[in-house]
C-alpha cells in the first residue's frame, strides 16, 4: 500500500460516509474501514480507542441536544409537526456512526505507515514540491514551538509570572507566554534564513531527500482498496 | 509569491495555529483559539493583498489538515471557514497594521480596530462554518454553542438559522480575541522578519 | 583548520561567515542550540537522511549512539546533544566545509575534545574547517586569523555591576527529594543537601543528570512527587506559592523575556514582585544595570539585540539584588575571556555579599576563578 493509495481510500470512504443516509449503509461502509485497519497487521484497538475518546463526547451532547432537549429531527422541524424522540434517535445514530467513520479511517490510514518518518511518508505523497516542503517545515515548527512553550512556560513560573495551576494570573500573563514563544520561534527562524540555509542550501537538500523517498503513485494494491471503497459507497447510497 | 521567507512564514503561523491548542490547554484557559496564525499571516505580509489571502489560506489550511491527522480529524471541513479568515484579515484586518505596530501604543484606535475586525471575522466565520456544523455535526460541536442552538431549536428555528444564530452569538467573541492575540503578536515582531516577506526585488541589470 | 580569533562585536562571525560563503555550499553550525540543526526535520533520524550523502566517503563522527536517538524529536535533546548531531550529521555528507561559530562551547569537556579532534584532523579528508571559540586561544595546529575591529555599541562593563548591599542570609534546606518526568526514570530519590547562602555551588553532573531539573525544582517550575524544601527553617513549596527566592537566568536568554522590549520586561517583571512584598530597586537603577549589561534603551526590542547581547542582558535579575538567591544556566555561552573574567568576578562579589549563587557551567577555567562548592548530581542524589 503507498501513502497515496491510503489517502485516496480514506478520501473515498469519508465522502462515501457523507453521503450515505441510513444506518445499514454506514454499517457497511465501517466494515471495509475495519478490513483497511485490519489490513495493516497493527494493533487495531489504539485506533478504535482513540476513535471513540473523539465521537463520544460529541455523542453525550447530541443525546442531550437532540433526544433530551429538542425531542425531534431537523426534517420534523422544518416540517413543522410535533416528531418524535425515536426521530431525533435515528438522526443522532447517523451523525454519530459518520462522525466515528471519518475518526476511525483517518487512524486507520496512520496504522499502515506507523514505522515511516515523516520524511518518508511526505516524500512519498503524490504532492507538488513546495507542498511537500511546507509539510515538512511546518512539522518541525511545530516541534520547536513545543519545546519553545515548554522552555517559556519554565521561565514564566519561575518570574512568577504565570502559575503551573489554573488561576487568575493566568488568565492575565497567558499571553506573554504566546508571545514569548513567538518571538523566539521567530528569532530562531531567522537566523536560520539568514546565515545556515543560504550558506548550506539546506532546503535543496530538503528537496534530494523527499525526491529519493517518492514512490510509484498508486499501487495495485491500492486500486484494490479503492475498488472496496467505492463498491460498499455506493452500497451504502442504496 | 511563494517566496522562501514566506513558505517559512505560512509554516510557522501553521505551526502558532497548532500549537496555540497546547499553549491554551498548559495555561488551563476555557477557551479555543485555533485561527491566530492565519490572522497573523495575513497581517505580516500585507500589504500585498493577494499574497496575504494565499499565504494565510494556505497556513490555516495546513493547520487544519496537521490537526485533522493528530488530534482532531473534522477540523479539516472547516477550510472555508479558513478561507473566509484569511479573506477579511487580508482585504480588512490588515488596514490597522500600522496602528498595530505604533509605539507607545494608542489604545483608542488600536481597541476599536480589533473589535471592529474581530467582529466582522467572527461573523463572516460563523456564516462560513454553519453549513459545515449542520451537515457533518448536526449542529452540535460538543462547545457550551450547542445549548444556544438548542434553545433556538426548541423554539421552532430551523437547523441552519439556530446554528447561524448561535453562531453570531459566539463567534464574535473568539475571533476578536484571536484579532487581539494576532495584533500584539505582529506588534511584537521584529522588523527584519516583517521586512523579510516583502516581495522579492528585481535585481538591477 | 581555521580559527578565527577576536573578542565579542569583533566581527568574528561575519568573518566566518564570509569564509563560508566563499567556499559555499559549506555546513554551518550556529552559536546557540537551534542554530546547530536544519530546522526541517520532525525526528533525529530524517534530521540524518536529510545530509546524508549518498556514498559519504570519510570517517563518521559519532560520539553518541544516534540510532537509539532515531525517533527522538531534535528540539527535545540538550543544547550539547544537538551540536554533536549535527557535527555527525556534517561526517556522513559530501560538504567539503564546515564553519562552527562558538557552537563548541556547549559540550561537555570529552565530547568538546573529541570534536575538535575530529575538525583538525579533518583536512587529511579534504575538509576545510573554520572555527570560533572563546575558550580557545591561539589553538596549535590551527591557522590564527585575527579579526580586531571592535564595536563599542553593546560594550558591557562589569566592574561596578553586582555591588550590592549585603544580603540578608537565607539558608536552604532540602530533604527527601523524588521527583521522576511523566513516563520517565527518577531524577531524583530521597534526595537532600543544605546550601547556604554567602556561597557558590557548581551543580555537576552527566547530560540528563538533573542539574537543571533540580533548578527548575527550586524555582517551582516542577512540583518534587515527595520531599520538602526548607528557606530559613519555613517551609518553602514554590510550585505552590510562587517562586519568591530564585533570580533564574536560563541557558537560552530568550526563554525567559517577559516582553518584547526592555522596559516590558521590567514593568511586568516589577509588578509580580511587588504584589509578593520584594523590594525592586527603581527604573533608573535597573536602566543603569542594563546599561552596564550592554543595554542602553528601554525601549530596545529584545529579540533585535545579538545573542551575546541578550545573553549578558539575561543576567539584569541576578544582579538587580531582587532575589537572595541567583541560578545562572550556562551563563558563558558565547562570551569571551574578558567578559567571563569579570563575570566570574561579578559572582564572588554577589556571594560576598551574602547572596547564594547555584551555576552550572562545562567551562572549568570560569568555575576556578570562582570560589565555590561543587555540588554532584549522581545516580538520583546530590552531594
Known amino acids: ?238 | 509569491m511563494l517566496t522562501t521567507p514566506r513558505l517559512v512564514a505560512i509554516a510557522l503561523c501553521a505551526a502558532l495555529n497548532f500549537a496555540i491548542g497546547n499553549i491554551v490547554y498548559l495555561i488551563k484557559l476555557p477557551i479555543y483559539l485555533d485561527s491566530i496564525g492565519t490572522i497573523l499571516c495575513a497581517l505580516l505580509i500585507f500589504p500585498n493583498r493577494l499574497a496575504a489571502i494565499a499565504c494565510a489560506f494556505i497556513a490555516g489550511f495546513i493547520s487544519t489538515i496537521l490537526t485533522g491527522l493528530i488530534l482532531n480529524p473534522f477540523l479539516p471541513w472547516f477550510s472555508l471557514t479558513v478561507l473566509s479568515i484569511a479573506i477579511v484579515s487580508a482585504l480588512l484586518t490588515g488596514l490597522a497594521t500600522a496602528t498595530f505596530r505604533t509605539r507607545p501604543l494608542p489604545v483608542v484606535p488600536f481597541v476599536t480596530k480589533v473589535v471592529l475586525y474581530g467582529l466582522i471575522t467572527g461573523i463572516v466565520s460563523a456564516l462560513a462554518s454553519a453549513p459545515v456544523v449542520v451537515y457533518l455535526f448536526g449542529g452540535v460541536t460538543g462547545s457550551g454553542s450547542s445549548f444556544v442552538v438548542a434553545l433556538f431549536l426548541k423554539t421552532g428555528q430551523q437547523l441552519l438559522d439556530s446554528v447561524v444564530l448561535a453562531g453570531l452569538a459566539t463567534d464574535p467573541i473568539d475571533k476578536t480575541l484571536e484579532v487581539l492575540l494576532a495584533a500584539l503578536l505582529y506588534r511584537a515582531t521584529p522588523r527584519e522578519f516583517i521586512a523579510m516577506l516583502a516581495p522579492a526585488q528585481p535585481s538591477a541589470a | 583548520m581555521e580559527f578565527i580569533a577576536g573578542t565579542n562585536f569583533s566581527g568574528r562571525s561575519a568573518a566566518l561567515m564570509a569564509r563560508l560563503r566563499k567556499q559555499a555550499p559549506a555546513f554551518f553550525i550556529g552559536p546557540h542550540a537551534e542554530a546547530a540543526l536544519s530546522g526541517l526535520s520532525s525526528t533525529v533520524a530524517d534530521e540524518i537522511e536529510i545530509y546524508r550523502a549518498p556514498k559519504p566517503d570519510r570517517e563518521a563522527f559519532a560520539p553518541l549512539d544516534f540510532a537509539a536517538y532515531a525517533e527522538r524529536r531534535p528540539p527535545t535533546l540538550s543544547g550539547g546533544e544537538q551540536v554533536l548531531l549535527a557535527v555527525h550529521c556534517f561526517s556522513l555528507s559530501d560538504y567539503a566545509a564546515i564553519g562552527i561559530d562558538t557552537a563548541l562551547e556547549q559540550l561537555d569537556p570529552d565530547n568538546r575534545h573529541r570534536a575538535i579532534s575530529y575538525l583538525t584532523h579533518a583536512e587529511s579528508q579534504g575538509i576545510s574547517a573554520t572555527l570560533a571559540d572563546n575558550r580557545l586561544d591561539r589553538p596549535p595546529g590551527m591557522t590564527v586569523h585575527e579579526v580586531t575591529s571592535t564595536s563599542a555599541e553593546f560594550a558591557c562593563d562589569l566592574t561596578a555591576a553586582a555591588l550590592l548591599p549585603a544580603c540578608q542570609p537565607m539558608a536552604i534546606k532540602v530533604q527527601g527529594l523524588s521527583f521522576r518526568y511523566p513516563g520517565g526514570r527518577d531524577i531524583f530519590r530521597n534526595a537532600g543537601v543544605k546550601l547556604e547562602s554567602g556561597h557558590a555551588y557548581r551543580l555537576i553532573g552527566v547530560n540528563g543528570a538533573g542539574k537543571t531539573t533540580f533548578c527548575k525544582l527550586l524555582a517551582g517550575v516542577l512540583a518534587a512527587d515527595a520531599g520538602a524544601i526548607e528557606l530559613d527553617g519555613k517551609p518553602y513549596a514554590p510550585w505552590r506559592t510562587g517562586n519568591r527566592a530564585f533570580a533564574f537566568a536560563t541557558q537560552n536568554p530568550d526563554h525567559q523575556w517577559c516582553g518584547a522590549t526592555l522596559g516590558e520586561d521590567v514593568t511586568r517583571r516589577r509588578g509580580v514582585l511587588e504584589r509578593q512584598g520584594i523590594k525592586v530597586p527603581p527604573d533608573e537603577t535597573l536602566a543603569a544595570l542594563a546599561a552596564r549589561l550592554g543595554v542602553r534603551s528601554m525601549e530596545q526590542h529584545l529579540y533585535e539585540l545579538p545573542l551575546v547581547a541578550r545573553k549578558r542582558l539575561s543576567w539584569l535579575w541576578a544582579f538587580s539584588g531582587v532575589m537572595p538567591w541567583i541560578m545562572l544556566d550556562e551563563p558563558t555561552l558565547g562570551q569571551d575571556r574578558t567578559t567571563r573574567d569579570a563575570l566570574a568576578d561579578a559572582i564572588a562579589r554577589l556571594s560576598g555579599s551574602g547572596y547564594g549563587v547555584v551555576f552550572i557551567t562545562h567551562d572549568d577555567d570560569f568555575a576556578a576563578r570562582i570560589a565555590h562548592r561543587p555540588l554532584r548530581i549522581s545516580d538520583r542524589l546530590i552531594s
Open chain 1, 1 to 238: 500500500m503507498t501513502p497515496n493509495g491510503a489517502v485516496a481510500f480514506a478520501l473515498l470512504v469519508i465522502v462515501s460516509a457523507l453521503l450515505a443516509r441510513d444506518p445499514v449503509g454506514l454499517l457497511v461502509i465501517l466494515t471495509a474501514t475495519s478490513c483497511f485497519a485490519l489490513a495493516s497487521r497493527r494493533p487495531v484497538w489504539s485506533a478504535l480507542v482513540w476513535s471513540c475518546g473523539i465521537v463520544l463526547p460529541l455523542v453525550l451532547f447530541m443525546t442531550l441536544v437532540w433526544i433530551i432537549i429538542v425531542g425531534r429531527a431537523p426534517h420534523e422541524i422544518a416540517a413543522n409537526v410535533e416528531g418524535s424522540r425515536s426521530a431525533a434517535s435515528f438522526y443522532v445514530t447517523i451523525i454519530c456512526l459518520r462522525l466515528f467513520i471519518i475518526a476511525f479511517t483517518v487512524q486507520a490510514t496512520f496504522l499502515h505507515f506507523a514505522g515511516w518518518t515523516p520524511l518518508r511518508f511526505i516524500g512519498a505523497l503524490a504532492l507538488p514540491r513546495v507542498a511537500k516542503k511546507l509539510l515538512v517545515l511546518t512539522l518541525s515548527l511545530i516541534d520547536t514551538i513545543l519545546q519553545a512553550v515548554d522552555r517559556a512556560r519554565t521561565a514564566l513560573i519561575g518570574a512568577g509570572l504565570i502559575t503551573r495551576q489554573r488561576s487568575w494570573r493566568n488568565l492575565r500573563h497567558g499571553w506573554i507566554l504566546v508571545q514569548t514563544v513567538w518571538l523566539t520561534v521567530i528569532t530562531i527562524v531567522l537566523g536560520r534564513t539568514r546565515d545556515k540555509w543560504p550558506v548550506e542550501d539546506t532546503l535543496a537538500r530538503l528537496e534530494g531527500s523527499l525526491a529519493a523517498r517518492a514512490t510509484a503513485r498508486l499501487s495495485a494494491t491500492d486500486f484494490g482498496w479503492m475498488a472496496l471503497a467505492i463498491a460498499t459507497g455506493v452500497a451504502g447510497l442504496r
